[in-house]
């Protein structure tokens, strides 16, 4: 038998009961369109976390107050852990002299009032140094980026976000005026640009002082963490020994404080989410085999109903290999086209998403439909296996005589 | 052509067995037209199922051109049905959902044949039965006379050796009997063999041998 006339016969029995067959294809199609969304999701999910860190730049190495025992070194996740000692400027500033170092930015974090021409608002503060806008990779609006302000200077300058600047400078010129931060006062030198979160903290809601300004606001003089940039990823491994020696010496011998790579953050990251999408995916892979199991049963009926047709194939000179390539054929096109509907569903689903929820990114990764169709091609191979089998075997006789 | 020795059948139903066939020696020479008569149940089917390969004895020897039957396996048997024996039903076995060209051309798509030539043999078959103008007829949309001369055209276009027929009158008025009667007659006189199954006496007699079966056996074989 020729590959079209087995794909004319195949489709011919397709179109003949088109019910069971509309049936079998929206089966198919709804594993293969819950694969789709499901990893979409997943991949959604890491890319919007991953998304968080992505713009620090890949060069970052954190040291964090505390040290988390439980995670034997690794990278603690709970920050909020107790400090036994703080990390303070000082300790910043010691980490200069290690080689490889490009730019050194400590964070102090925190809220207060901020007032300007009878208007006030609370805003959240980070303190740090003009190393902070390199290590952070932001833009600048207009203006400059705390000018002047290193780690052993902190004039009283700052720059705020756009929703600060709307809020209480209105459609006058923020730049130059003196903003009242609690018992302070800073001179606005710019306008941050870019927008997004940083540490948690909606960039365009925030004010950024000098670091000692920060620490004096709050009346604490430890750091919320320091930010390293390595010159580049190399020199990594040896900035963090550098590092870790010269903290401990510092802190009397005790490593109370935990050093990590932003990247080795961002691939646990990554491989938190690509597990969790592998798990949707698996999940919704469930429903393949249970639209191939489906398959395999309205098969094994069609095979009794059509068992007549199956004994005259017989006898006029079909042989079993070819009855059984026939019922394969079916299932095979029956869970193609049913996955290919669902790769289309899928998709534009996804699409309606992309556009209804556009904070969030529905990411279908490109395996997901490969694998999909795969194992709906797959399922549908398989689960034919045993009707075509038991097709193939009737006896003629018996066939033709069973029913008319 | 065809030689039956010692021949039996036997079908277990639970813990009884019905003897189909019983001790049968038969021989058919080519050309030649031979009707089978018989009460009901008394193995007719059963013979001409064993003589189309559709069904296998339980014992004894069908020697078909020289080769015995009992050493073929499922694909030779398949490839003698395909090519040597055609076969003609009481109930036509069209395939509903194939026009009547396609019913027709469904041996030689099985045979693997090139659909060019497929085309013209069917277009020769459909001929011989009178129904060019229905060749894209469903077999719903044709009277049961028109499907089975389709079920003929689809039966000789493999040019066979034998055409098995089972009452292929069965399920017909008188007329389109007769006109299907004739169809395979003139098969016949073109060299084809031909038996046939039938309860109808007329029809019997027309044929050049007739024998008739009781209970598996044959008991009496006439030549004319
Ligand atoms: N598959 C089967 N299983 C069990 N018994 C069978 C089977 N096929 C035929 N028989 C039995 O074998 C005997 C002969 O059957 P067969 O069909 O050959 O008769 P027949 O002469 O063709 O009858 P009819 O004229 O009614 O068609 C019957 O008793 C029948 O019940
Ligand atoms: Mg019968």
């Known amino acids: ?404 | 052509m065809i030689r039956i020795e010692n021949l039996s059948r036997k079908f277990e139903v639970g813990n009884q067995i019905v003897r189909a066939l019983d001790h049968i020696d038969l021989e058919i020479t080519k050309g030649e037209y031979l009707s089978i008569m018989g009460v009901s149940g008394s193995g007719k089917s059963t013979l001409l199922n064993i003589l189309g390969l559709l069904d296998t004895p339980t014992k004894g020897d069908y020697i078909l051109s020289g080769i015995n039957t009992s050493e073929m396996n499922d694909d030779e048997m398949a490839h003698i049905r395909s090519t040597k024996i055609g076969f003609v039903f009481q109930s036509f076995h069209l395939i509903p959902r194939l026009t009547a060209a396609e019913n027709i051309e469904m041996p030689m798509v099985l045979a693997g044949i090139k659909p060019k030539d497929r085309q013209e043999k069917v277009e020769i078959a459909l001929s011989h039965v009178s129904l060019n103008d229905r060749s894209d007829h469903k077999p719903e949309q044709l009277s049961g006379g028109q499907r089975q001369r389709v079920a003929i055209a689809r039966s000789i276009v493999m040019e066979p050796d034998v055409l098995l027929a089972d009452e292929p009158t069965g399920n017909l008025d008188s007329t389109s009997g007769i006109e299907i009667v004739r169809l395979i007659e003139d098969l016949n006189k073109a060299g084809l063999t031909l038996i046939v199954v039938t309860h109808d006496r007329k029809l019997g007699n027309r044929s050049d041998r007739l024998i008739r079966l009781l209970d598996g056996k044959i008991i009496d074989d006439d030549r004319k």
């Open chain 1, 1 to 404: 038998m020729r590959f079209y006339d087995l794909i004319f016969l195949a489709l011919s029995t397709l179109i003949r009961y088109p019910l069971r067959t509309i049936m079998l294809l929206v089966a198919t199609s709804i594993g293969v369109m819950a694969v789709i969304l499901l990893t979409a999701v997943g991949e959604g999910a890491r890319d919007y976390i991953s998304g968080e860190f992505r713009d620090m730049g890949t060069n970052l190495i954190i040291v964090i107050p505390g040290k988390n025992e439980t995670s034997g070194g690794g990278s603690p996740v709970d920050l909020a852990g107790v400090t036994p000692r703080d990390l303070t400027i000082e300790d910043a500033i010691s980490l200069r002299k290690i080689d490889g170092v490009k730019n050194i930015a400590p964070i102090v974090i925190g809220e207060t009032s901020a007032q300007f021409n009878g208007l006030e608002r609370n805003v959240p503060i980070i303190g740090s140094t003009q190393s902070f806008l390199s290590v952070r990779k932001w833009e600048m609006e207009t203006g400059m980026f705390l000018p002047g302000s290193t780690l052993e200077r902190s004039p009283p300058v700052c720059v705020i976000g756009k929703e600060v600047e709307k809020e209480l400078f209105g459609a006058s010129n923020a730049i130059g005026q003196w903003l009242r931060l609690g018992d302070r006062r800073c001179r606005v030198t710019g306008i941050i640009g870019t927008e997004g979160r940083a540490v948690g903290i909606d960039v365009q809601k925030l004010v950024v002082v000098p670091v000692s300004l920060a620490t004096a606001l709050f009346n604490r003089p430890s750091l919320f963490r320091i930010a390293v940039e390595a010159e580049n990823r190399l020199v990594g491994d040896q900035i963090i020994k550098d590092m870790k020696k010269i903290l401990k010496k510092r802190h009397r011998g005790k490593e109370d404080f935990t050093v990590i790579r932003q990247d080795a953050v961002m691939a646990s990251f990554d491989n938190i989410f690509n597990v969790l999408t592998m798990a949707l995916g698996s999940i919704a892979s469930i429903s393949l085999f249970v639209a191939g199991i489906l398959i395999m049963n309205v098969m094994l009926v069609a095979v009794s109903q059509r068992q007549s047709e199956i004994g005259l194939l017989k006898a006029i000179g079909a042989k079993n290999k070819q009855i059984n390539q026939l019922f394969i054929t079916e299932a095979i096109l029956l869970s193609g086209s049913g996955a290919v509907l669902g790769l289309i569903l899928g998709h534009s689903i996804t699409q309606v998403l992309k556009i209804s929820f556009p904070t969030f990114n529905f990411l279908p990764p490109m395996w997901a439909s490969y694998v999909s169709l795969i194992l709906a091609l797959m399922s549908g191979v398989i689960f034919g296996l045993l009707p075509a089998r038991r097709a193939s075997k009737l006896e003629p006789v018996i066939a033709l005589t069973g029913n008319k």
